[in-house]
């Protein structure tokens, strides 16, 4: 399986439990493969690199009828879709810490860091980081919590 950097290949971006259960094809276009290296050169590997836990994204490039079936943005554009976004978390890492550090140290490759469904109360490895370039990283750092929805920044800083 081909590799997109030193420690990530394509077929683990691409994986999906979802579609293998329903028979989704999940094979990227090239250009999606090409922003799937982007994504593993600038965000992905620092992120390894500083933290030194191997890791797999629990999702990464989603095909628009794999997205649709998981319920994701029906947009397709979405960052997913086009492969450059993913879904992580680290073993051993809190999901709050891990999106700090993003955002102090990646912020000028990240077009969208979302802490996703973290709950203090529920322990450090509750939700996970949605991270994602763009062609023109915006920066935007946001926490979606479940019944309140998406809120600018991180809390408590």
Not at 39 to 52: D, Q, S
Not at 104 to 112: F, G, I, M, T, W
Request: charged share 20%.
């Amino acid at each position: 399986m081909p590799h997109l950097s030193d420690h990530f290949t394509l077929r683990e971006l691409c994986r999906s439990q979802t579609a293998a259960r329903q028979g989704i094809d999940n094979s990227p276009a090239p250009e999606a493969v090409e922003n799937l290296k982007k994504l593993c050169t600038y965000i992905l590997e620092p992120i390894r690199k500083n933290f030194g836990v191997p890791y797999s994204p629990s999702s990464g490039y989603r095909s628009e009828a794999l997205n649709t079936a998981i319920g994701g943005s029906v947009n397709p554009t979405s960052a997913h879709c086009r492969g450059m976004a993913a879904d992580i978390d680290l073993p051993g890492v809190s999901n709050y810490d891990l999106a700090i550090w993003v955002r102090d140290n990646l912020r000028s490759a990240v077009d969208q860091l979302i802490l996703e469904c973290f709950d203090p109360e529920a322990g450090p490895n509750s939700g996970w980081v949605h991270v994602g370039i763009g062609d023109k990283p915006r920066g935007q750092v946001l926490t979606y919590q479940r019944g309140k929805g998406y809120m600018n920044g991180l809390p408590g800083r």
